[in-house]
């Protein structure tokens, strides 16, 4: 049945038209700049001084662990230096090596499932793949070059998996292994297609792959797919690009999450069938209008598709593993974990292949009624590939491709804010921010206003707009605290510059290339040395006088207003041992666990100091806020009420009820705490800030 699958030279010639259109349409993306991401990551491609195999061992970014991707950038780094020209180039080609093993991938399961016009099928889908609009952005953005290596690769395991089947040797389905683990580390939502593999064995017959090894294959590559998913989910979450805490409704809520997966693939199936406008920056909301009935429309639409392929997957079952790879291939963007940004084009690359996969079956059915419908699938190309050429276009530059999101939706206006400013053009930039925060209470206006006045030396001035976008939401993000810490070590104020360069490092948000943590221990280290003298004198008096409560207890709170949290769990535990009914000890030794993400032995300490104090509110929010970390929200809400209980003026406490029914999505409640804690707040501009951007997305 597999027969053999080495192409007629008309069908050649079609795959060589396909590869050359798709060259002419996306040449102008050769003269493109670096943007985005790109210049974050322009260091690491331009390094001399990295080993090439240490890529395989670390995270070379610092925020994602996709060496295969790494190290041909770096190459690209040393053949091209800083030449944007060279790494488009090489985006390019590797884009056309893609076309051509998602070609013959098309023409094997073609073979396998209906074994005729094999050529047909493969040519159309292969062109709505190559041309469809949103791949403008895998192929011009060079840091999304991931989504193309990842479908290379795949691509190329099946084929080879397809050989070995087919000529029954081993060889070459232990090479599809390998090709699979290279897709794996160019990008984590490869990890679809061992269950779209399970599907196509599912309409192989027994007697072209017996059912011993369809299930030891099957089997191979799902264990493979297993140790991937976790290493990445593993990744993601300790470079904070998992992270709840970037304001987003219901983030900690099963039934949210689920209804947004549930919408997800909608969205961009509205893309696939009218891809303009096109934006870089989306902004996704479940928010407007009754998500609940769009949620279960949508639900009961996949359902009934599902139901729908099952019917007829005998009669069609190259359109059942179509929609099956786009329903599949969508699952592990469906942001089921809370990732920024929600929804973009690159994300749905491989998407792209099961819709166009199912517009070459509609064409091949519509041909026998007549031409008209591939006149109109021409067109419709045609069409297209202007689109892909103009939108190329807006990858120029930095600038014009926020230009052409901000024409799109005015929300992303801090994109083009940030590009302004990193191109020099802080006047126009601060316009921009400044029209950010009217709209949205964004804090990076207040940040960049402090950034251009620290840069004439109005630290003071600095500090207070620094400290204002802290309260606006900068709060959980490190550049933020960078800022104001080394505002105020110009000032001299070295404590309060510490206690900045410490919440750097304690702040889990993401931080290319470790810049923003490399600064603040560097800063951390110069405080430090000024205070080693104070350092010592504590030392050598807790040593004179081991039996000193006192003595035990003025180290370890010095050291642990240093940020040395170790030395200082120490020095508690010795003065616990001295006197453990002292509530405060018991405090400050939960502080400690907290700083150190060890959330429950923070609670036991916690928990023993208000034993010792029940009145205690601030005992009480922190275990709160543990208990918050660890997806403890029932439990966080008990102990934010109980804090309020004692003290019903007790704004945190307000804010934290608000923010956890935020997290869990629970609007009514939210809105409830959030208006409790903006009158606790009262004239405090710094408290009030605080809740303007929750109550923003809950209007």
Same mark, same amino acid.
């Given at each position: 049945?597999?027969?053999?699958?080495?192409?007629?030279?008309?069908?050649?010639?079609?795959?060589?038209?396909?590869?050359? $259109?798709?060259?002419?349409?996306?040449?102008?993306?050769?003269?493109?700049?670096?943007?985005?991401?790109?210049?974050?990551?322009?260091?690491?491609?331009?390094?001399?001084?990295?080993?090439?195999?240490?890529?395989?061992?670390?995270?070379?970014?610092?925020?994602?662990?996709?060496? &295969?991707?790494?190290?041909?950038?770096?190459?690209?780094?040393?053949?091209?230096?800083?030449?944007?020209?060279?790494?488009?180039?090489?985006?390019?080609?590797?884009?056309?090596?893609?076309?051509?093993?998602?070609?013959?991938?098309?023409?094997?399961?073609?073979?396998?499932?209906?074994?005729?016009?094999?050529?047909?099928?493969?040519?159309?889908?292969?062109?709505?793949?190559?041309?469809?609009?949103?791949?403008?952005? /895998?192929?011009?953005?060079?840091?999304?070059?991931?989504?193309?290596?990842? =479908?290379?690769?795949?691509?190329?395991?099946?084929?080879?998996?397809?050989?070995?089947?087919?000529?029954?040797?081993?060889?070459?389905?232990?090479?599809?292994?390998?090709?699979?683990?290279?897709?794996?580390?160019?990008?984590?939502?490869?990890?679809?297609?061992?269950?779209?593999?399970?599907?196509?064995?599912?309409? $192989?017959?027994?007697?072209?792959?017996? $059912?011993?090894?369809?299930?030891?294959?099957?089997?191979?590559?799902?264990?493979?797919?297993?140790?991937?998913?976790?290493?990445?989910?593993?990744? /993601?979450?300790?470079?904070?690009?998992?992270?709840?805490?970037?304001?987003?409704?219901?983030?900690?809520? /099963?039934?949210?999450?689920?209804?947004?997966?549930?919408?997800?693939?909608?969205?961009?199936?509205?893309?696939?069938?009218?891809?303009?406008?096109?934006?870089?920056?989306?902004?996704?909301?479940?928010?407007?209008?009754?998500?609940?009935?769009?949620?279960?429309?949508?639900?009961?639409?996949?359902?009934?598709?599902?139901?729908?392929?099952?019917?007829?997957?005998?009669?069609?079952?190259?359109?059942?593993?179509?929609?099956?790879?786009?329903?599949?291939?969508?699952?592990?963007?469906?942001?089921?974990?809370?990732?920024?940004?929600?929804?973009?084009?690159?994300?749905?690359?491989?998407?792209?292949?099961?819709?166009?996969?199912?517009?070459?079956?509609?064409?091949?059915?519509?041909?026998?009624?007549?031409? =008209?419908?591939?006149?109109?699938?021409?067109?419709?190309?045609?069409?297209?590939?202007?689109?892909?050429?103009?939108?190329?276009?807006?990858?120029?530059?930095?600038?014009?491709?926020?230009?052409?999101? $901000?024409?799109?939706?005015?929300?992303?206006?801090?994109?083009?804010?940030?590009?302004?400013?990193?191109?020099?053009?802080?006047?126009? %930039?601060?316009?921009?921010?400044?029209?950010?925060?009217?709209?949205?209470?964004?804090?990076?206006?207040?940040?960049?206003?402090?950034?251009?006045?620290?840069?004439?030396?109005?630290?003071?001035?600095?500090?207070?707009?620094?400290?204002? %976008?802290?309260?606006?939401?900068?709060? /959980?993000?490190?550049?933020?605290?960078?800022?104001?810490?080394? %505002?105020?070590?110009?000032?001299?104020?070295?404590?309060?510059?510490?206690?900045?360069?410490?919440?750097?490092?304690?702040?889990?948000? &993401?931080?290319?290339?470790?810049?923003?943590?490399?600064?603040?221990?560097?800063?951390?280290?110069?405080?430090?040395?000024?205070?080693?003298?104070?350092?010592?004198?504590?030392?050598?008096?807790?040593?004179?006088?081991?039996?000193?409560?006192?003595?035990?207890?003025?180290?370890?709170?010095?050291?642990?207003?240093?940020?040395?949290?170790?030395?200082?769990?120490?020095? @508690?535990?010795?003065?616990?041992?001295?006197?453990?009914?002292?509530?405060?000890?018991?405090?400050?030794?939960?502080?400690?666990?907290?700083?150190?993400?060890?959330?429950?032995?923070?609670?036991?300490?916690?928990?023993?100091?208000?034993?010792?104090?029940?009145?205690?509110?601030?005992?009480?929010?922190?275990?709160?806020?543990?208990?918050?970390?660890?997806?403890?929200?029932?439990?966080?809400?008990? @102990?934010?009420?109980?804090?309020?209980?004692?003290?019903?003026?007790?704004?945190?406490?307000?804010?934290?009820?608000?923010?956890?029914?935020?997290?869990?999505?629970?609007?009514?409640?939210?809105?409830?705490?959030?208006?409790?804690?903006?009158?606790?707040?009262?004239?405090?501009?710094?408290?009030?800030?605080?809740?303007?951007?929750?109550?923003?997305?809950?209007?």
């Amino acid at each position: 049945m597999l027969g053999h699958i080495n192409p007629k030279p008309a069908a050649l010639k079609g795959l060589i038209l396909i590869l050359v $259109v798709t060259g002419v349409v996306y040449i102008n993306s050769l003269a493109n700049d670096f943007v985005a991401d790109d210049w974050a990551l322009v260091p690491l491609w331009l390094s001399q001084n990295l080993d090439l195999s240490s890529v395989f061992l670390v995270k070379a970014n610092s925020v994602e662990y996709l060496p &295969v991707r790494d190290l041909t950038l770096i190459l690209d780094g040393r053949l091209w230096g800083s030449r944007p020209f060279g790494y488009h180039l090489t985006n390019l080609i590797l884009y056309l090596a893609a076309l051509a093993a998602f070609y013959y991938m098309i023409r094997n399961l073609a073979l396998l499932t209906v074994g005729a016009e094999k050529d047909f099928i493969a040519f159309w889908t292969t062109l709505v793949f190559a041309l469809h609009p949103l791949h403008v952005e /895998a192929v011009s953005f060079v840091s999304a070059r991931n989504n193309i290596l990842a =479908g290379l690769f795949l691509f190329l395991s099946f084929n080879v998996l397809m050989a070995g089947v087919r000529r029954r040797a081993n060889i070459p389905i232990f090479l599809s292994v390998l090709l699979f683990i290279a897709a794996l580390f160019s990008k984590a939502s490869a990890v679809f297609y061992p269950f779209f593999m399970g599907m196509v064995f599912f309409f $192989v017959p027994d007697s072209v792959i017996p $059912v011993r090894k369809k299930v030891v294959i099957f089997l191979m590559f799902l264990v493979l797919d297993i140790g991937g998913a976790w290493m990445h989910l593993a990744n /993601a979450s300790t470079a904070a690009v998992l992270n709840e805490n970037y304001l987003r409704f219901g983030s900690g809520s /099963a039934g949210l999450v689920a209804a947004k997966a549930l919408h997800i693939p909608f969205f961009y199936l509205g893309k696939l069938l009218l891809p303009y406008p096109l934006s870089f920056d989306y902004h996704f909301s479940l928010l407007s209008g009754n998500y609940i009935i769009r949620s279960v429309l949508a639900g009961t639409a996949v359902v009934g598709v599902f139901l729908l392929l099952w019917i007829r997957r005998k009669r069609y079952p190259l359109a059942v593993l179509g929609i099956a790879w786009y329903f599949l291939s969508l699952g592990p963007v469906l942001n089921i974990f809370p990732t920024t940004p929600v929804v973009a084009e690159r994300y749905a690359y491989f998407a792209v292949a099961g819709f166009g996969l199912v517009c070459a079956l509609v064409l091949r059915e519509s041909q026998k009624r007549g031409k =008209g419908f591939l006149y109109a699938a021409v067109a419709v190309l045609m069409v297209w590939s202007g689109i892909d050429f103009a939108r190329n276009r807006d990858w120029r530059t930095d600038i014009s491709l926020w230009e052409s999101a $901000v024409s799109v939706d005015p929300e992303s206006r801090k994109g083009l804010a940030e590009a302004l400013w990193d191109r020099g053009r802080h006047e126009e %930039a601060l316009v921009q921010f400044k029209q950010l925060r009217d709209s949205s209470g964004d804090f990076r206006y207040s940040q960049h206003m402090g950034k251009y006045l620290f840069r004439s030396g109005r630290y003071e001035k600095a500090i207070a707009f620094y400290s204002k %976008a802290l309260a606006e939401g900068g709060d /959980a993000w490190k550049e933020p605290h960078l800022d104001l810490a080394e %505002a105020y070590e110009k000032l001299g104020r070295n404590t309060q510059a510490l206690e900045h360069y410490l919440k750097v490092i304690d702040t889990n948000s &993401v931080d290319f290339m470790g810049r923003y943590e490399r600064k603040a221990k560097e800063g951390i280290v110069r405080i430090r040395n000024h205070f080693s003298p104070k350092v010592e004198e504590l030392r050598l008096q807790a040593e004179r006088e081991p039996a000193s409560f006192r003595a035990q207890w003025e180290l370890a709170f010095f050291l642990q207003s240093l940020g040395m949290f170790d030395e200082a769990e120490r020095a @508690y535990t010795g003065a616990l041992q001295l006197y453990p009914s002292s509530w405060e000890a018991w405090y400050n030794l939960g502080l400690t666990y907290m700083k150190r993400g060890r959330w429950k032995e923070a609670v036991d300490g916690l928990d023993r100091s208000l034993a010792l104090n029940p009145q205690n509110r601030d005992a009480l929010n922190n275990i709160g806020i543990c208990s918050m970390a660890m997806k403890k929200h029932d439990l966080a809400i008990k @102990y934010y009420e109980q804090a309020l209980e004692r003290d019903p003026g007790f704004f945190f406490a307000a804010f934290n009820l608000g923010r956890v029914y935020f997290i869990i999505g629970n609007s009514e409640q939210a809105k409830k705490y959030f208006s409790t804690a903006k009158r606790l707040a009262g004239e405090n501009q710094e408290l009030q800030i605080r809740i303007d951007p929750y109550l923003a997305q809950l209007r």
